[in-house]
């Protein structure tokens, strides 16, 4: 039974992050997201509450231009609250911002490899997650998200951060209780082994996005936007990869979305 001052001020919470926005707003956004097909009502009203929350909590900052509208930000946080609909907005603490830029954009650093080389990342992305920093997006490469792609750069980076809840990016979340550690390592690594033969050998018949070869982190964040998107495609490429997110992420998003284009 929920504590009734923690019951209360939930309730307060929400009443705060849904005072200025309509709640028929939500609604009518969740109707042009193709990845939120098949939810109850019920269930659509809390991934609504979640994203208002979100909305309320994380600040929405416009980089290199980019014009944010309210419109905007909701349709990012709805793709934000998706993965934490089962486990809960704590999962996102310890960070407060996302910086959107209205295009790929390229964050000159350096950076210092596992075997402590130190290099220039000058690269284009489409988007970034800082360890107990902000989530930096392409406002052009998050609204594909509008239509299930497989690919998913909200979701993507969202991913990253539950990876990094531990303080690590390594591809392993902290798991829930009843979740086998071995069992995720061995399945997780069997598919990002086989994964990065393809890769290597013939890329463009991946059924799997083959970026998701370049590390076991971006292995997780790849799958799990593929899970969210395209989950009967990623079960019928990997099996027991879709079992463990299933586990961990609380959801059966195959249950829910039809397939596309025979998936």
């Known amino acids: 039974m929920l504590n009734p001052i923690s019951s209360w001020w939930r309730r307060r919470r929400l009443e705060q992050a849904h005072a200025r926005i309509d709640p028929g707003r939500w609604r009518a956004l969740c109707a ?11 269930t659509l009203g809390r991934l609504c509450d979640t994203a208002a929350l979100f909305l309320r909590e994380k600040a929405f900052e416009a980089a290199g231009g980019v014009r944010l ?11 934000a609250a998706l993965p934490v609909l089962e486990l809960g907005l704590a999962w996102y603490r310890g960070w407060h911002a996302v ?38 997006l392409s406002l052009a490469d998050a609204q594909t998200g509008r239509k299930r792609t497989g690919h998913n750069v909200v979701i993507h980076e969202m991913a990253h951060k539950l990876d990094m809840t531990d303080g690590a990016a390594n591809g392993r979340p902290p798991l829930h209780a009843g979740m086998d550690p071995a069992a995720w390592a061995a399945r997780m690594q069997r598919a990002y082994d086989d ?13 799997v996005d083959p970026y998701g070869a ?20 990623l079960r019928a490429a990997y099996p027991d990869v879709y079992t463990e997110l299933a586990a961990f992420y609380r959801q059966e998003p195959a249950l829910r979305l039809k397939p596309v284009s025979g998936w």
């Open 195 to 207: 994964l990065s033969r393809q890769a290597d050998a013939a890329p463009e018949l991946s059924l």
């Open 32 to 42: 042009e997201l193709a990845l939120l097909d098949g939810f109850d009502d019920v």
């Open 69 to 79: 509208d309210q419109r905007t930000c909701m349709e990012l946080a709805l793709q």
């Open 99 to 136: 910086i959107v830029y209205p295009d790929e954009f390229v964050p000159v650093r350096e950076v210092m490899d596992e075997n402590g080389l130190v290099w220039v990342d000058d690269a284009p992305k489409t988007g970034e997650a800082w360890y107990r920093g902000p989530v930096i």
């Open 214 to 233: 370049t590390s076991p982190a971006e292995f997780f964040a790849v799958v799990s936007e593929q899970f969210f998107e395209l989950p009967h495609r």
